[in-house]
């Protein structure tokens, strides 16, 4: 079982993940540009170093929650990162990346001698501080047996989906689908109920308990209502996200036309200047869409 842990990326949901390892005495070496990020892993029992490549040395395994298959790239082969891990580490890439390119990147770091394990996860910053997320698996057996204590400290529902790598990554887009379309129409609902003059907060009460209720709708639908809350995760995560959904819908030649709407609200709540607030905020899209006429106001 790998006890040296290498953890490259100490954001909202990183850096709980690192300190969830730390908890479960891994030697966990962390890097984040923000040297912030770095000194907080470092008080919580962690070790922190320099670069991607330092944090790597000697270790054998490598955690990564970047934010793209880019910098995943960027950490593994410019930085050198994936050298510097013993031979016969294991890579495990967490971030939400287009399954195509999980499997390219597998393909590299195999030829190099390193397992690879495709770990993408969900459940949020909340699910990364409880250690309650859920991680989807694509590896061979016995990389996923070398990773599973890993993904166990940090994830109490860790699922095998499939024997390659880009299997997890698909199993996480299908996630990000429908979790970016049951965001985007409960705001749409609530962007009806308000131009009727319901209020949404009586909306989303009697829908919470109705057939028409989802997780998203309960979750988010209460910060649709706040004028600033607390970012869980942002709009611009879904312009991406659903950005690889329809990636892989057009990989697949599948139809998502759904996805695409969704996809289309996300950006318009983006470009409206609330890419950086909470992703419940694309409901500011449905309100600008349907704002009164000018001559009613």
Same mark, same amino acid.
């Given at each position: 079982?790998?006890?040296? %842990? #290498? $953890?490259?990326? *100490?954001?909202?949901?990183g850096a709980p993940?690192?300190?969830n ?6 030697r ?5 540009m923000?040297d912030?990020? @770095? ?16 944090a790597?040395?000697?270790?054998d395994?490598?955690?990564? =929650?970047?934010?793209n298959?880019?910098q995943? @790239? #960027?950490v593994?082969f ?8 013993v031979?016969?580490?294991?890579v495990?890439? =967490? ?7 999980v499997e390219?990147i597998?393909t ?5 001698? @390193? !397992? $690879?394990?495709?770990?993408p ?7 990364a501080r #409880?250690a309650?997320?859920?991680?989807m698996?694509?590896a ?8 599973k ?5 940090m994830?109490?529902k860790?699922f &095998?989906?499939g024997q390659?790598?880009?299997? +997890?990554a698909t199993?996480?887009?299908v996630?990000?689908l429908?979790?970016?379309?049951? %965001?985007?129409?409960?705001?749409e609902?609530?962007? *009806?109920?308000?131009?009727?003059g319901?209020?949404? !907060?009586v909306? $989303? ?8 209720s ?5 979750d988010r +639908?209460p910060r649709m &209502?706040?004028?600033?809350p607390t970012?869980?995760s942002?709009?611009d %995560? ?6 690889i959904v329809?990636?892989a +819908? !057009?990989?697949?030649r ?8 969704? &996809?289309? =609200?996300f ?8 890419? +950086?607030?909470d992703?419940?905020?694309?409901v ?8 009164k006429?000018?001559n009613?106001a």
């Amino acid at each position: 079982m790998p006890t040296s %842990i #290498a $953890f490259v990326g *100490l954001g909202a949901m990183g850096a709980p993940m690192a300190e969830n390892l730390v908890k479960r005495q891994f030697r966990v070496t962390g890097f984040d540009m923000r040297d912030s990020a @770095r000194e907080a892993l470092v008080a919580a029992g962690g070790h922190a170093a320099e670069s991607a490549a330092a944090a790597a040395a000697g270790a054998d395994a490598l955690v990564l =929650m970047v934010v793209n298959a880019a910098q995943a @790239r #960027a950490v593994l082969f410019e930085g050198g990162a994936l050298e510097a891990l013993v031979p016969g580490a294991v890579v495990i890439l =967490m971030a939400t990346c287009p399954p195509g390119e999980v499997e390219a990147i597998a393909t590299q770091v195999t030829a190099s001698g @390193r !397992r $690879f394990v495709d770990a993408p996860v969900s459940g949020g910053v909340v699910g990364a501080r #409880a250690a309650t997320l859920s991680i989807m698996v694509g590896a061979p057996d016995d990389s996923f047996a070398v990773a599973k204590p890993i993904l166990d400290a940090m994830g109490d529902k860790v699922f &095998h989906v499939g024997q390659s790598a880009g299997q +997890g990554a698909t199993v996480k887009t299908v996630n990000q689908l429908l979790c970016g379309v049951h %965001i985007a129409v409960a705001a749409e609902a609530l962007s *009806l109920a308000e131009k009727a003059g319901i209020d949404g !907060r009586v909306l $989303f009460e009697i829908m919470g308990g109705s057939a028409a209720s989802s997780w998203m709708l309960k979750d988010r +639908g209460p910060r649709m &209502h706040e004028a600033e809350p607390t970012v869980s995760s942002a709009v611009d %995560i879904f312009v991406k996200d659903l950005s690889i959904v329809l990636d892989a +819908g !057009r990989a697949a030649r599948t139809a998502l036309p759904l996805a695409a709407a969704a &996809h289309q =609200m996300f950006l318009a709540a983006s470009g409206l200047g609330h890419g +950086g607030r909470d992703d419940s905020q694309v409901v500011r899209a449905y309100r600008a869409l349907n704002a009164k006429p000018a001559n009613d106001a």
